[in-house]
């Protein structure tokens, strides 16, 4: 089975640009959720959806959106780009969004605004 | 507060020795802890988990970890370490959110860093 897919893998952005990130869950997996990983303030929850429905929304400013398409597949997009946004931004997927699932992770976009 | 602590930033291990890597937790309820691994430049790779049962997990790569309830505790180990294995390590729980219908949140600790000499 294939893994949890994002891409770009890679993007470079200027302040104020907005940007939109892909995800492609492993087959059969409803669940997708989205994290942002810093140095500083380690891995922070972004938002889950299960369903095309936002499930739980992490504590980020109304910049940050996302969505989920009926195929599973997720996009989260960051508009007003600030310096701060610069992190590495994981998406993982689950079968299901319950206590006991394990999430699956994918290999992560590395934005860099400057 | 729902939360998970790993109190070490990094572990330093030699090639062939047991190590151990720490995590506490502090939950409402029962706790269901996860551990994963991040290599460079990689996404998480899903290591093990603690459901209910046996306080012992087995995982991957010969990874195992011990959930103690009266400590708040679920430390990762591993009988002898590997350099391939030094990487990122996180502790995560899977918490409800109150009044919510059934949902729940993933909390990671900040992550330990595990270098394993030669």
């Known amino acids: 089975k294939a893994g949890v897919t994002q891409t770009p893998r890679y993007l470079i952005k200027t302040r104020g640009q907005q940007v939109t990130l892909s995800c492609s869950p492993i087959?059969?997996?409803?669940?997708v959720s989205w994290y942002q990983q810093t140095p500083g303030q380690g891995l922070q929850f972004l938002f889950e959806?299960?369903?095309?429905?936002?499930?739980n929304k992490g504590n980020f400013p109304g910049r940050f959106s996302g969505r989920q398409f009926s195929n599973s597949r997720s996009e989260m997009n960051v508009s007003t780009l600030e310096l701060g946004d610069s992190a590495l931004y994981l998406c993982?997927?689950?079968?299901?969004?319950?206590?006991?699932?394990?999430?699956?992770f994918g290999p992560g976009t590395r934005l860099t605004v400057t | 507060a729902q939360s998970v602590a790993q109190p070490e930033d990094q572990v330093n291990v030699a090639e062939g020795n047991p190590l151990t890597v720490k995590c506490t937790y502090s939950v409402s309820g029962n706790p269901y802890l996860f551990w994963y691994v991040q290599y460079p430049n990689r996404g998480l790779q899903f290591l093990l988990k603690y459901i209910t049962g046996d306080n012992l997990v087995k995982g991957s790569y010969g990874f195992e970890a011990e959930f103690n309830k009266s400590q708040t505790s679920f430390h990762l180990k591993k009988p002898s370490a590997l350099v391939s294995d030094s990487a990122l390590y996180f502790c995560a729980v899977r918490v409800p959110l109150p009044s919510s219908g059934g949902y729940n949140k993933l909390i990671f600790g900040a992550g330990t860093r595990l270098a394993v000499h030669p």
């Open positions: 959806y299960f369903s095309e429905t936002q499930r």
């Open positions: 993982a997927s689950s079968f299901l969004p319950g206590l006991t699932d394990e999430q699956y």
């Open positions: 087959s059969g997996h409803r669940s």
